[in-house]
């Protein structure tokens, strides 16, 4: 993490023996969502975030295992109230329902209908929308050149 004040100086968010990565905050950004090995396979956690009083630390704290199964790619959608992810090898998204107050929960794991197809690589393929209803997936070319149409400034239509 770095700090936009004081020294500017980066801290790392968990120092562990495991390999941790895709590292999202909360829309609050009082908790990240994160995958890890530590189970023996890519899962996603969550852990709260908060610093020490002098802000050059993360305070330990606790954790929570969201995925069921090999999972990578996490993503909240824009109210915190739901967490997604990517499962593999299938490629399914998968919801799960999370709840902050008064305590932590996270909801059971269930697919959401939509695939990101295995074989596209490790980099975000999808993403939805604010009120996660829509989903955009990157989806393989299969030796196809189709056309497609661009549109800027799609914005200023709208006022017409």
């Known amino acids: 993490m770095l700090p936009l004040e004081g020294g500017k100086k980066p801290i790392p968010f968990l120092t ?3 390999d941790e990565q895709a590292a999202r905050f909360s829309p609050d ?3 990240v ?5 530590e189970s023996g396979q890519p899962e996603v956690y969550v ?10 630390a993360m305070v330990a704290s606790a954790k929570w295992q969201i995925s069921d199964g090999f999972a990578q790619r996490p993503r909240w959608r824009n109210d915190g109230r739901e967490l997604y992810y990517r499962s593999f090898p299938d490629g399914r998204l998968m919801g799960v329902g999370i709840t902050t107050s008064p305590t932590f929960r996270a909801g059971k794991p269930r697919p ?16 939805s929308t604010t009120d996660g209803k829509r989903f955009l997936v ?4 299969k030796g196809k050149t189709e056309p497609y149409t661009v549109l800027l400034n ?3 239509g709208l006022k017409k």
């Open 47 to 56: 852990r709260s975030f908060s610093m020490n009083s002098a802000g050059t």
């Open 16 to 18: 562990t023996e495991f």
């Open 112 to 127: 959401l209908g939509v695939v990101v197809p295995p074989g596209i690589g490790l980099a975000l393929t999808w993403d």
């Open 29 to 31: 950004g009082h908790w």
């Open 33 to 37: 969502a994160y995958v890890s090995n």
């Open 138 to 141: 990157v989806l393989p070319d």
């Open 154 to 156: 799609w914005q200023a």
